[in-house]
């Protein structure tokens, strides 16, 4: 009985992949909080191509995630990914004439863009991965969790009168000469933000996909800024690309404390491998849940890496096998650690955990 279940299941093929989010992020308050990079040449303008993971809710106003935001002294910016209150992605691009260009809606006035429109709403509290591209010929594409959701063409060309500091978590701008000279820091972030990357190319559609599903690559082509957050503390903020383009916490990155800082927060949550209906033990209903989220009506697990009982990395029909094997063959490989006692994930991988009530 044993052997036939587990050839039904073998004859079965099916993997599924999901990225999230573990070691560490960065917690933004929505009023004042922000990461700094000093200004450098490598940032990209015209072309390029913006990731971040990011958790948040709707809020009362725009809420930049990263930006090049207005200069000093020409009053431009080139480039911002925000969430608008409603809760939908959304980007802004300013030219050398002052003209400001939202997508996939207008804004300030200007026509309706020629643009798609999909689901680009990404304030439900859940972890979500936005990408935005622009090409050499003005394509713009806004991706969510590696879909392209809006393609927009003809699109405003990006102004590179611009000198400002990038900025995640908020941007800089005010209506008309800023007060003193100074752009001040607006669009403050509510939420978690992890991983925000730029590159000074458009990535494709393919490769955005990697990135969503395996993370960035430091050493890809046209990378010019990745900020992994997994330091966990400190005042620094390391680019992990060729560029170097470190930057700090807050206004200063030589004041600690200094209340413009987000706050480092870690993502581990302590589980334990196999059981993945989370009810507190190893069962037959474990196998049965990792069944029913591959091919039935069964929800998302609130923790993956609970039902990744071969610790391979993804979900997917061999680990209903080593569910089922472990229970029933004493002569299987043990089942890999947290196992059988709570513990963080040793490994690491694509998947998460945002819950596991046994554990405490």
Known sequence: MKIAALAILGMLIFASTSSAQTGSALSFDGSDDRVTVPYDSSFPTDVFTITAWIKTLPSMGRAAIIARGEDDNSFNLSWQAYVQPDGTLRVMLEDQSDTNFCYPFSCMGQPQPTCTFGNLFVADDLWHHIAITRDAIGNLVLYVDGQAESTCTQTGVPSSNNFQSLTIGCTHGTIGPPPGGVEPPIWFFPGLIDEPAMWNVALTAGEVSTVFESGVDPDGAGLVGYWDFDAGSGQQVLDL???????????????????????????????????????????????????????????EPPCRDACDINDDGTLDISDAISSLADLFDPTFPPVPPP???????????GLNCSTFPPCP
């Open 339 to 349: 196992h059988p006692g709570c513990g963080a994930d040793p490994t690491s991988d």
């Open 241 to 299: 690309s060729v560029a170097a383009n470190h930057g700090f916490l807050g206004a200063d990155g030589d004041v600690a404390g200094d209340p413009a800082d987000p706050q480092w927060v870690s993502l581990a949550v302590e589980f334990r491998r196999a059981d993945c209906n989370a009810d507190g033990q190893t069962d037959i209903a474990d196998a049965i849940s990792v069944l029913n989220y591959l091919f039935g009506a069964g929800g």
